[in-house]
């Protein structure tokens, strides 16, 4: 029973499909500026009408090493904020292209 269990898993594991990401984008930089909504990275999307810049409430998802050459092109899973700083997204999961 066991091993039908552990091969069952295994099975489910390895032919489970990841689901597609929502949109694509791309940072530019950070953004050293002092303000409430500032900070961070420049991010903004590349595959809808508004391509203006993004805040970004968890700039640390994203683990560059310090030798990063910006643009990084990325696809991301993301959620709307509803923050002071219109059109806050916090991203839930990416990957770099």
């Not at 099975?11 to 949109?23: A, G, V």
């Not at 560059?64 to 002071?84: A, G, H, R, T």
Request: aromatic share 12%; net charge positive.
């Amino acid at each position: 029973m066991r091993f039908a269990i552990i091969v069952s898993v295994c099975l489910i594991i390895s032919c489970r499909k990841d689901k597609p990401f929502t949109n694509s984008g791309v940072i530019n930089g950070p953004d050293t500026r002092m303000c409430v909504c500032c900070g961070g990275l420049f991010f903004h999307f590349t595959d809808i009408a508004d391509t203006s810049n993004r805040w970004l409430a968890n700039p640390g998802i994203f683990q560059f090493s310090n030798d990063v050459k910006f643009p990084v092109y990325v696809q991301v899973d993301w959620q709307p904020l509803n923050e002071n700083c219109g059109g806050a997204i916090k991203i839930v999961r990416y990957k770099l292209l």
